[in-house]
């Protein structure tokens, strides 16, 4: 995923072309380029790598102008060099693009070679719109002309010589909003954040939108078309603004981490509290399914593994969790009567967006479960689930997750009692463990300090296991994700039982074994694998609860205990990741990684 910004009417607009991209930074940091178009000249920086290097060379030779598009690119097409970064241009036209152009290999090849500056697919719309306006075409003709030839996603903000005073976006498949801001002043950006204190309403472009921003006026046109169509403005609360900064945290990542208990009350309070309680649940096809897909990748993905255990378990309903890069090409069976549930924090993931078109096209009942209420999933399924976690910058998600996890649980309660699985007691009970969740959540935030102290034991580790049975298994697997992503140490989750069927080679006196023991009936099982993988030195740092504490007898000598709050199983999964993200958080700030903005990665992935 890219980051792309364009604002028109902004003296000096080169620099708040930069505080845009500051803001979308986390979009995508491969490398990072501004244009603005003055005196009939586009003027053009671009710099490899993070966006700082970039800030200094336009701080050493700002570009002049009122009118600029910017770009903070994560590498798909050609490498992330200063050649392949955005701005593109040609001789009339300099554009930034987030998406794929998928058939750009044949547009390509209808050119001279010569023309081409980069290997990047974005380029090739540089000469198709450059080709139409060599051949008189104004730039509203040449738009025309070009789309219909384009495949794949886009969202293009573009400056044409021959619309010197215009700021031009494009939107398929690739989110483009429109903020108004003050004293006439016009912004494009992917997102919101890019300029959410200094405008005052928001337009979200729909999908096949173009929009002209132009002497403080915007006029939008659907399908290439130019008949003007009306989009609805919205204003922008003084909240999403304050989400944009660190605060008293060192990192964003800390600071979602933190932000838990209250994201989980504000989530809660839109589904669990008792008029609340998904009042807007259709009641089919959930109650006569005959099983339920879910579909996710990553972080999402074994939010979904999570849930397929309390579905099962609570409601009764066969759940098949799938990869969704895996899913569309395993030609799975879906039957007429099942449905399907599509969870993505940013609903923009391209594998799980395409996964939810191919679902749709079967005919099968789609729902999403996204952070990003106006993202495609959202538009594109039957019934949308949404998490209250506010803007998640860190590229590891925490807080979103957590807020899947409370929504899944509600959603497993709700269909529970809909298909008779669960009396309306049982679900009131439920309720009850989960109104307690938030008050939970910041009791377990107390363990930070002994993680911090922890962290220094990872400074050499190559490897580290993370086990849990049950429930807490998918658990065990996004701990480990976390610890891979932000301290680049290599990290495998297991099911606690199946250790002995291979990884436990991997054993020996050097290898941290991260161990998730909730106090259930689960725990002699998993007391039996933590044996086993003391007998062979591993170093266990085990979680759990006062009663799992007390359980351990003389074998907590032979390991680390970290005590957390006691918690109902059905819960423990909420609870057990709060301390997997600290305890990833303090190693990777301990090896002084760059946390909110790991080597290669990007906040979301919308390129399959
Ligand atoms: O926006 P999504 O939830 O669809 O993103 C899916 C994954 O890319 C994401 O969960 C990723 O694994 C996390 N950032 C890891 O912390």
């Not at 060599?134 to 886009?154: E, F, M, N, R, V």
Request: net charge neutral; glycine share 8%.
């Amino acid at each position: 995923m890219c980051g792309i910004v364009g604002i028109n009417g902004a003296p000096d607009v080169c620099f708040d072309l930069l505080a845009g991209l500051k803001r979308l930074e986390y979009r995508g940091y491969d490398s990072a380029g501004v244009a603005t178009l003055f005196n009939k000249e586009f003027h053009r920086q671009r710099a490899e790598g993070k966006l700082i290097n970039l800030e200094r060379i336009v701080k050493e030779h700002p570009l002049p102008g009122i009118i600029g598009i910017g770009h903070t690119r994560w590498a798909t097409h050609g490498g992330p060099t200063t050649s392949n970064a955005h701005p593109h241009q040609g001789q009339y036209v300099a554009l930034v693009h987030n998406g794929i152009i998928e058939n750009h290999r044949e547009l390509r090849a209808g050119f001279d070679q010569t023309l081409f500056q980069s290997e990047t697919d974005s380029e090739v719309v540089v000469h198709l719109l450059d080709a139409y306006i060599k051949k008189g075409y104004d730039h509203a003709a040449a738009i025309q002309a070009t789309l219909p030839q384009l495949k794949g996603s886009y969202a293009l903000a573009v400056l044409f010589k021959n619309a010197p005073d215009t700021l031009v976006g494009i939107c398929r498949g690739s989110p483009l909003v429109i903020g108004h801001g003050k004293e006439g002043r016009l912004f494009l950006a992917s997102d919101i954040f890019a300029f959410a204190d200094y405008c005052e309403s928001v337009t979200y472009l729909e999908e096949g939108d173009w929009t002209e921003l132009k002497n403080g006026t915007v006029t939008i046109y659907s399908h290439g078309s130019t008949h003007p169509v009306t989009r609805p403005s919205l204003p922008i609360s003084a909240d999403i603004a304050s989400q944009a900064t660190k605060g008293l945290y060192r990192h964003f990542m800390l600071k979602e981490i933190m932000e838990q208990p209250e994201v989980l009350q504000n989530t809660l309070e839109k589904y669990a509290h008792s008029e609340a309680w998904l009042t807007k649940m259709p009641t089919n096809p959930w109650k006569k399914a005959s099983g339920l897909s879910i579909v996710a990748c990553g972080t999402s993905f074994y939010a979904g593994c999570v849930a397929k255990y309390w579905f099962e378990e609570i409601a009764r309903l066969p759940v098949a969790v799938d990869i969704a890069s895996e899913y569309r090409y395993r030609h799975p069976a879906l039957p007429a009567d099942s449905c399907a549930l599509f969870i993505s924090q940013s609903g923009e993931t391209a594998d799980t967006l395409a996964a939810a078109r191919f679902t749709k096209q079967k005919k099968i009942y789609c729902a999403s479960l996204v952070n990003v209420a106006e993202s495609s999933l959202a538009r594109e399924v039957d019934q949308v689930f949404q998490t209250y976690a506010g803007f998640e910058i860190g590229v590891a998600s925490t807080k979103t997750f957590t807020t899947q996890l409370i929504v899944l649980a509600a959603l497993t309660a709700e269909v529970a009692l809909l298909r008779g699985e669960i009396s309306a007691e049982e679900r009131a009970t439920l309720q009850k463990d989960l109104l307690m969740l938030p008050r939970l959540v910041e009791e377990t935030l107390k363990i930070q300090g002994s993680l911090q102290r922890l962290a220094p034991q990872f400074e050499r580790v190559k490897a580290a296991l993370y086990l849990g049975r049950g429930a807490l298994y998918p658990v065990a697997l996004e701990g480990a994700l976390k610890l891979k992503e932000i301290s680049y140490i290599h990290a495998e989750g297991y099911a606690a039982g199946e250790l002995k069927h291979g990884p436990i080679a991997l054993i020996d006196d050097k290898i941290p074994v991260v161990v998730l023991a909730p106090h259930d009936v689960l725990f002699e099982k998993i007391l039996s694998n933590v044996q086993e993988v003391l007998a062979r030195k591993g170093q266990v740092i085990l979680f759990t609860d006062n009663d799992g504490a007390r359980a351990l007898n003389t074998l907590a000598e032979g390991m680390q205990v970290c005590i957390l709050p006691k918690v109902c199983s059905f819960l423990a999964p909420i609870v057990y990741t709060v301390p997997m993200q600290l305890l990833a958080y303090h190693v990777a700030a301990f090896k002084g990684t760059d946390i909110d903005q790991p080597r290669n990665l990007a906040k979301s992935v919308t390129v399959e």
